[in-house]
Every structure is written in C-alpha cells, then in structure tokens.
C-alpha cells in the first residue's frame, strides 16, 4: 500500500527556514520522480519542485528558486524540501506527490505559516 506522509511544517517567521519531510512506504523513492506542491489560502495548487529518479534532475517553480531545495535521502525513503527565505507568500498547504507532471499518489499536506 502507497502512503506518503508530509511532516515538519510549522510557523516561521520571514526570512526563517523550515525543511518539509515527505516519508514514502509501499514504493522505493529512489525509482520515480517525487514532487512538491502547495496550495495556498483560495488559490489553486501550485506545483513547486520535483527530483527525478537521478537525483540529479531537480527543477523548481521561479516562484522558490534559489531559496528551496529537494531533495531524497534513499536509505530513510524520505523526500526533502529544504525551504530558506521564507516570505508570507509561501503560507500553503505543502503535499507530496509520488510523480512528476503527472502524479498518482498524495500525501495529506502539511501546513507552512509564514508571519512575524
């Protein structure tokens, strides 16, 4: 069974940093693309980042570039985003997704609040 579990989501304040963890079970990370996404408050989601199978190929929105990284740490099978900078306009619900482009699993998000 595919489950993904998002953790390390909290308040910062801006200009802080926060690293988001995307545990995987039922699947190996390091065999597909992995993805970040985010929805923020009465806005759409928002593909954010993704890694591919080579850890290598990592792509990211202009919208995080420079200040977000990902990443994949295949012995936990655990997905990373490493978020520096943070401004309010990243306040979302971040998800994992198992995929890139198109995705066929999810995790339930967990909540980013940027804010002094």
């Known amino acids: 069974q595919v489950q993904l579990v998002e953790s390390g989501g909290g308040l910062a304040q801006p200009g802080g940093s926060l690293r988001l963890s995307c545990a995987a079970s039922?699947?190996?990370?390091?065999?597909?693309?992995m993805s970040w996404a985010r929805q923020a408050p009465g806005k759409g989601l928002e593909w954010v980042s993704g890694?591919?199978?080579?850890?290598?190929?990592?792509y990211y929105a202009d919208s995080v570039k420079g200040r977000f990284t990902i990443s994949r740490d295949n012995a936990k099978n655990t997905v990373y985003l490493q978020m520096n900078s943070l401004s309010p306009e990243d306040t979302a619900l971040y998800y994992c997704?198992?995929?890139?482009?198109?995705?066929?699993?999810w995790g339930q998000g967990t909540q980013v609040t940027v804010s002094s």
């Open positions: 997704a198992k995929g890139a482009v198109t995705y066929d699993y």
């Open positions: 039922g699947f190996t990370v390091s065999s597909y693309a």
């Open positions: 890694i591919y199978s080579d850890s290598s190929d990592t």
